[in-house]
């Protein structure tokens, strides 16, 4: 069944809080202008596993005006609000449908919104459209279907075609000959399309955009709705890169997502899932506050599959050695070793940039299908610091992934889950070292996580990874950053709030300060985790209360964190295939996805 541009959601569990407007939906048309099309089709199945949904659907002969259609929403959103004072209600809107959405939420700034906007109707008057618009008033019956800017809205980008055809080698007239087919065969398709949109429709719709773009914009001081905006590099009919930057710098909590390769109908794209953009954005919340650990949803193998594309190249070039220790004390290869369920706390080194993040977790849950769930530095959840980040989505895969704020709520809740849960005591000042400070630890003097895994009988798990001295080498760390010209502007902003994670450290420890780091890449080596005997606290609590015991413990696992390092650096030396050009000989004969060997444990 067709769908609208314009949904109401809230948040399972909830009731109904949008009916639909009108009769069936007619058959064919497009999601943007017409308000019957197909633009959610995609993505129901999922979205209706996280909210109820309900849509917005405007018949092809529906005349309501723009503030009719925001009245009617309106009184939907009004009653779903006043029913469920303590959940949001999303409003998913494309083109016209998100300037429904932003009419709303302006006129009804005390109800918990979330605004979803795609490809904003609002840059209607520095569109296409608007000399479409115009155009349209010339053009007789049936031929209005036939004009380029509707050819690309209906059929995707037409006027590319050409192109497309010249770029895979055809001659110009080859091209031009290949053209004249493909419209021959659209035609049939195109006249079939006159029932459903005639041009006094589109015309209608063009005139309804101007309004609401119109009156949106005049209004958007008064929107003080959570918003994010996914824009399409590629829209081929709204400038959307450049209003999602706008919107941006006018809307008072709004974040954008860029698509650099999707086009203006992103929502019937196949590698776009609207589900995994609000995860990853953040924007899923089923209360007032957003709750990292109970909001979080379980991954799905679409996305797990993302995750693992997102560290190919790395995986690739490093090969990671997964080693791991039975009760017994033994070493394996695998991860056998490893309890077989939570809560756990696994504890160990901040390689270099984090480079270990993605195939530590990404290659625990292929292999044992235990999902880490990360402490994270709260600069990657900061609205203020994306806009300084060459990419606003770059940590989106870590929340994906699960990754939660540092706090000591946080950690409490994921282990009162039963959670594993990823810890670095050394933080970014262990993942920013400076030079020749690679493997040293960067942990606190007290004990900041023993008691708290006593608690709830959570097993804690030394690790050690090494290999970034055999990816890169450093040319520039924060004291060489400092000592360049200005660079302390960009250092406060990147500082500017001055978290304190640590309160009882000082210095450096206390603030974890957030830098970039220059290096120089080298013929790879290879990757090697090793995780350390399990240590039990279940029945301990009492004993570990005490602070004595508990900082005996800690020194213990630190101790135990430096031990898997040493053995790591020791072993590789006897890796015959540590060297990326033996482990490339190798697969060249056994085949690519043949497991390379590595040192006896």
């Not at 303590?86 to 016209?96: A, C, I, M, T």
């Not at 990360?374 to 989505?393: Q, R």
């Not at 482990?583 to 444990?601: C, I, K, N, S």
Request: aromatic share 8%; with cysteine; proline share 7%.
């Amino acid at each position: 069944m067709p769908m609208p541009a314009t949904v109401a959601a809230a948040p399972r569990p909830l009731l109904p809080g949008l009916p639909r407007r009108g009769t069936a939906p007619p058959r064919g048309g497009g999601a943007r202008i017409d308000g019957v099309g197909l633009g959610l089709i995609r993505h129901h199945e999922r979205l209706a596993k996280m909210f109820d949904m309900w849509c917005l659907h405007i018949p092809v002969e529906d005349r309501t005006s723009f503030e009719g259609l925001v009245e009617y929403v309106e009184s939907a959103v009004k009653s779903e609000g006043q029913r469920a004072r303590d959940r949001p209600v999303y409003l998913v809107g494309e083109s016209v449908g998100a300037c429904i959405a932003l009419a709303v939420a302006a006129r009804n700034p005390d109800i918990d919104l979330v605004l979803i906007l795609v490809n904003s109707g609002t840059s209607f008057h520095k569109s296409q459209l608007q000399s479409l618009s115009v155009f349209l008033d010339l053009v007789p019956e049936p031929f209005h279907l036939t004009t380029p800017q509707l050819l690309n809205f209906l059929t995707g980008n037409f006027m590319k075609i050409p192109s497309t055809i010249v770029g895979r080698g055809f001659s110009f007239q080859e091209a031009g000959q290949a053209l004249s087919e493909i419209t021959t065969s659209l035609l049939p398709s195109l006249m079939s399309l006159l029932d459903v949109l005639p041009k006094e429709s589109i015309v209608w719709k063009l005139k309804m955009m101007r309004t609401a773009s119109s009156f949106v914009n005049s209004r958007l001081h008064a929107v003080k709705a959570q918003t994010l905006v996914l824009a399409s590099w590629n829209d081929e009919l709204l400038p959307s890169r450049e209003e999602a930057e706008r919107l941006r710098d006018a809307l008072e909590k709004c974040r954008i997502r860029n698509f650099k390769d999707n086009g203006h109908k992103i929502l019937l794209e196949a590698e776009f899932d609207l589900a995994t953009a609000i995860k990853g954005a953040g924007y899923y919340r089923r209360s007032l506050e957003t709750d990292f650990v109970s909001d979080y949803l379980p991954l799905t193998p679409d996305e797990f599959q993302k995750a693992t594309d997102h560290i190919r190249m790395l995986q690739h070039i490093a090969n990671p050695v997964m080693l791991s220790t039975l009760p017994d004390g033994k070493i394996v290869r695998g991860l056998s070793g490893l309890p077989k369920q939570g809560p756990a706390v696994i504890v160990g080194y901040h390689m270099l940039l984090g480079f270990e993040l993605g195939p530590l977790v990404t290659g625990v849950l292929r292999s044992s299908g235990i999902h880490i769930r990360g402490l994270a530095h709260p600069f990657m959840f900061d609205k203020k610091k994306e806009k300084i980040m060459p990419d606003p989505s770059y940590y989106d895969m870590h929340r994906i992934m699960g990754a939660v704020p540092v706090t000591a709520g946080n950690f409490y809740k994921l282990l009162a889950e039963k959670h594993f849960v990823l810890l670095y005591p050394g933080g970014a000042r262990e993942a920013l070292h400076r030079k020749g400070e690679e493997y040293k630890l960067f942990w606190p003097e007290q004990s900041e996580f023993v008691r708290m895994a006593s608690r709830f009988g959570a097993t804690i798990i030394p690790f050690g990874v090494v290999g970034e001295d055999d990816i890169c080498d450093m040319l520039l760390d924060y004291d060489d950053l400092m000592k360049i010209p200005f660079y302390d502007i960009l250092d406060r902003m990147l500082n500017e709030d001055g978290v304190k994670l640590r309160t009882d450290s000082t210095g450096e420890l206390k603030y974890q300060r957030i830098h970039p780091v220059v290096a120089a890449p080298k013929i790879p080596g290879r990757f090697y985790f090793i995780f350390g005997k399990p240590i039990e606290t279940r029945g301990r609590e009492k004993e570990l209360r005490d602070k004595e015991n508990a900082q005996h413990l800690y020194l213990n696992v630190k101790s135990e964190v430096e031990s898997c390092m040493k053995y790591l650096k020791e072993k590789r030396e006897k890796d015959p295939y540590r060297n990326i050009l033996a482990r490339l000989l190798y697969q060249m004969v056994h085949g690519l996805d043949a497991e390379v060997p590595t040192f006896e444990p």
